[in-house]
Nanobody
């Protein structure tokens, strides 16, 4: 069973950085590809970044070169390092285990200009 809890969101000025964490309290973390999505107010949820079981990553064009997704299987945690943040990155960020219907509760990221 996958149970995800995100943390690390907050308010930051444009150009700043945040690191989001998502911990899986279940027992199958290492067997799942993971991903971060975000949903801005009034917009559809969109994929931000994904990471495979073997560590292969993919990113939305809007965050390439600024965001880095990584995973620590021993800690059952996936991270999203966000640098050079822009006001348009403001959203609720969610993690999910791909291929499952498991989602975290979300963490708010607000970037002020």
């Amino acid at each position: 069973q996958v149970q995800l809890v995100e943390s690390g969101g907050g308010l930051v000025q444009a150009g700043g950085s945040l690191r989001l964490s998502c911990v899986d309290s279940g027992s199958t973390f290492r067997l799942n590809a993971m991903a971060w999505y975000r949903q801005a107010l009034g917009k559809q949820r969109e994929l931000v970044a994904g990471i495979s079981i073997g560590g292969t990553t993919n990113y939305a064009n809007s965050v390439k070169g600024r965001f880095t997704i990584s995973r620590d299987n021993a800690k059952k945690t996936v991270y999203l390092q966000m640098n050079s943040l822009k006001p348009e990155d403001t959203a609720v960020y969610y993690c999910t285990a791909r291929g499952t219907d498991a989602w975290g509760q979300g963490t708010q990221v607000t970037v002020s200009s």
